[in-house]
Protein backbone atom coordinates (compact mmCIF):
# COMPACT_ATOMS: atom_id res chain seq x y z
CA UNK A 1 0.00 0.00 0.00
CA UNK A 2 2.98 1.94 0.75
CA UNK A 3 4.01 2.09 -2.80
CA UNK A 4 0.31 3.28 -3.96
CA UNK A 5 0.86 6.46 -1.91
CA UNK A 6 4.28 7.10 -3.63
CA UNK A 7 2.60 6.82 -6.94
CA UNK A 8 -0.30 9.28 -6.13
CA UNK A 9 2.53 11.60 -5.13
CA UNK A 10 4.63 11.11 -8.04
CA UNK A 11 1.37 11.32 -10.07
CA UNK A 12 0.76 14.80 -8.08
CA UNK A 13 4.01 16.33 -8.68
CA UNK A 14 3.65 15.48 -12.64
CA UNK A 15 0.70 17.16 -12.96
CA UNK A 16 1.90 20.33 -10.86
CA UNK A 17 4.72 20.45 -13.65
CA UNK A 18 1.97 20.21 -16.25
CA UNK A 19 0.06 22.42 -14.95
CA UNK A 20 3.19 25.19 -14.24
CA UNK A 21 4.08 24.80 -17.65
CA UNK A 22 0.82 25.09 -19.36
CA UNK A 23 -0.22 28.43 -17.13
CA UNK A 24 3.17 29.54 -17.66
CA UNK A 25 2.44 29.05 -21.77
CA UNK A 26 -1.03 29.98 -21.66
CA UNK A 27 -1.38 32.84 -19.44
CA UNK A 28 0.84 36.36 -19.86
CA UNK A 29 0.46 37.60 -16.89
CA UNK A 30 2.65 34.40 -15.62
CA UNK A 31 6.49 35.49 -16.52
CA UNK A 32 7.81 32.33 -14.73
CA UNK A 33 7.91 28.94 -14.11
CA UNK A 34 7.80 29.67 -10.83
CA UNK A 35 4.50 31.53 -11.24
CA UNK A 36 2.71 28.93 -13.36
CA UNK A 37 3.30 26.34 -10.73
CA UNK A 38 1.57 28.48 -8.24
CA UNK A 39 -1.34 28.99 -10.12
CA UNK A 40 -1.22 25.36 -10.84
CA UNK A 41 -0.96 24.65 -7.12
CA UNK A 42 -3.86 27.02 -6.10
CA UNK A 43 -5.62 25.93 -8.83
CA UNK A 44 -5.42 22.29 -8.08
CA UNK A 45 -5.81 22.53 -4.74
CA UNK A 46 -8.93 24.52 -5.16
CA UNK A 47 -7.98 27.06 -3.21
CA UNK A 48 -7.86 30.13 -5.35
CA UNK A 49 -5.86 33.23 -3.20
CA UNK A 50 -7.13 35.21 -6.09
CA UNK A 51 -3.21 36.80 -6.31
CA UNK A 52 -3.11 34.96 -10.04
CA UNK A 53 -5.92 34.16 -11.73
CA UNK A 54 -6.66 32.79 -15.60
CA UNK A 55 -7.68 35.26 -17.79
CA UNK A 56 -7.61 33.96 -21.37
CA UNK A 57 -10.08 31.26 -22.54
CA UNK A 58 -7.72 28.81 -23.14
CA UNK A 59 -6.52 29.38 -19.46
CA UNK A 60 -9.87 28.91 -17.57
CA UNK A 61 -10.07 25.40 -19.51
CA UNK A 62 -6.94 24.75 -18.27
CA UNK A 63 -7.71 26.03 -14.90
CA UNK A 64 -11.17 23.86 -15.12
CA UNK A 65 -8.64 20.57 -15.88
CA UNK A 66 -6.25 21.65 -13.12
CA UNK A 67 -9.27 21.63 -10.58
CA UNK A 68 -10.85 18.21 -12.11
CA UNK A 69 -7.03 16.65 -11.39
CA UNK A 70 -6.13 18.23 -8.76
CA UNK A 71 -9.39 16.97 -6.89
CA UNK A 72 -8.68 13.60 -8.44
CA UNK A 73 -5.18 13.68 -7.36
CA UNK A 74 -5.20 14.96 -4.25
CA UNK A 75 -8.38 11.83 -3.46
CA UNK A 76 -5.96 9.73 -4.61
CA UNK A 77 -3.09 10.88 -2.32
CA UNK A 78 -5.50 11.17 1.08
CA UNK A 79 -7.23 7.39 -0.46
CA UNK A 80 -3.97 6.33 0.07
CA UNK A 81 -2.64 7.21 3.33
CA UNK A 82 -6.31 5.96 4.62
CA UNK A 83 -5.50 2.73 3.35
CA UNK A 84 -1.54 2.75 5.21
CA UNK A 85 -3.73 3.21 8.49
CA UNK A 86 -6.64 0.89 8.09
CA UNK A 87 -3.83 -1.58 6.95
CA UNK A 88 -2.10 -1.40 10.11
CA UNK A 89 -4.87 -1.33 12.44
CA UNK A 90 -6.43 -4.48 10.17
CA UNK A 91 -2.71 -6.12 10.77
CA UNK A 92 -3.20 -5.45 14.65
CA UNK A 93 -6.01 -7.03 14.98
CA UNK A 94 -5.21 -10.25 13.35
CA UNK A 95 -2.09 -10.61 14.67
CA UNK A 96 -4.31 -10.16 18.52
CA UNK A 97 -6.43 -12.89 17.42
CA UNK A 98 -3.80 -14.82 15.94
CA UNK A 99 -2.74 -14.73 19.60
CA UNK A 100 -5.49 -15.83 21.37
CA UNK A 101 -5.90 -18.68 18.68
CA UNK A 102 -2.71 -19.87 19.96
CA UNK A 103 -3.20 -19.55 23.69
CA UNK A 104 -6.66 -21.58 23.07
CA UNK A 105 -4.41 -24.32 21.07
CA UNK A 106 -2.00 -24.36 24.13
CA UNK A 107 -4.66 -24.51 26.69
CA UNK A 108 -6.37 -27.51 24.71
CA UNK A 109 -2.96 -29.14 24.15
CA UNK A 110 -2.37 -29.28 27.98
CA UNK A 111 -5.47 -30.20 28.77
CA UNK A 112 -4.84 -33.49 26.58
CA UNK A 113 -2.03 -33.79 27.63
CA UNK A 114 -3.63 -34.53 31.19
CA UNK A 115 -5.94 -36.67 29.93
CA UNK A 116 -3.50 -38.84 28.12
CA UNK A 117 -1.68 -39.21 31.74
CA UNK A 118 -4.86 -39.98 33.89
CA UNK A 119 -5.66 -42.66 31.16
CA UNK A 120 -1.99 -44.43 30.90
CA UNK A 121 -2.14 -44.00 34.49
CA UNK A 122 -5.74 -45.76 34.62
CA UNK A 123 -4.47 -48.44 31.83
CA UNK A 124 -1.29 -49.05 33.20
CA UNK A 125 -1.69 -48.32 36.78
CA UNK A 126 0.92 -45.70 38.69
CA UNK A 127 4.06 -45.18 37.30
CA UNK A 128 7.29 -46.01 39.64
CA UNK A 129 9.93 -43.72 39.31
CA UNK A 130 13.86 -44.97 39.26
CA UNK A 131 14.07 -42.81 43.08
CA UNK A 132 12.42 -45.47 44.40
CA UNK A 133 13.74 -48.65 46.19
CA UNK A 134 12.41 -51.68 44.35
CA UNK A 135 11.24 -54.75 46.73
CA UNK A 136 13.12 -56.97 44.62
CA UNK A 137 16.84 -54.70 45.12
CA UNK A 138 16.46 -55.27 49.13
CA UNK A 139 18.87 -57.92 50.21
Known amino acids: MRRGLWYSLA ?4 IMLFGGA ?4 LEPQ ?5 EGLWLAFTTAATVG ?4 VPHTQAGRVFAALMVLLGLAVLSLV ?3 LAAIFVEQEVEDE ?3 EERQIEHELMR ?3 ALREQVRA ?11 ATQPSEKTRP
Open 11 to 14: LCLV
Open 22 to 25: GFWM
Open 30 to 34: VNTLQ
Open 49 to 52: YGDM
Open 78 to 80: TAS
Open 94 to 96: VHT
Open 108 to 110: EIR
Open 119 to 129: LDQRLNGPVHT
